[in-house]
């Protein structure tokens, strides 16, 4: 199993990036995926996720400014993320679930490497 986060990078507040995460070595349709941060010094927590049959779920604190999506054929999973503000720094994570989704760190077994993502003017 291999997922491979790209997309991150430098962004003035209020602007917009899309992360991806290609993933290989297992059936990608079969399985939830979400979306980590972690900013430093902070733990890692959980931004959003999709279940194997696109449902979608998400932090309180990234809804309505943030979606998730998976390209089944593309097997991979991307994170649009706009209206950023620098409280969005973080080191952003893929992660392979579980289960049908799940919030807890402890719902994923599979981790890519993570792609930095700043926001600042």
């Known amino acids: 199993v291999q997922l491979q986060a790209s997309g991150g990078g430098l962004v003035q507040p209020g602007g917009s990036l899309r992360l991806s995460c290609a993933a290989s070595?297992?059936?990608?349709?079969?399985?939830?995926m979400g979306w980590f941060r972690q900013a430093l010094g902070k733990e890692r927590e959980f931004v959003a996720a999709v279940n194997w049959g696109g449902v979608t779920y998400y932090a309180d604190s990234v809804k309505g400014r943030v979606t998730i999506s998976r390209d089944n054929a593309k097997n991979t999973v991307y994170l649009q993320m706009n209206s950023l503000n620098p409280e969005d720094t973080a080191v952003y994570y893929c992660a392979r679930g579980k289960t049908d989704w799940g919030r807890r760190l402890a719902d994923y077994d599979y981790w890519g490497q993570g792609t930095l993502v700043t926001v600042s003017s």
């Open positions: 070595g297992f059936t990608f349709s079969r399985y939830s």
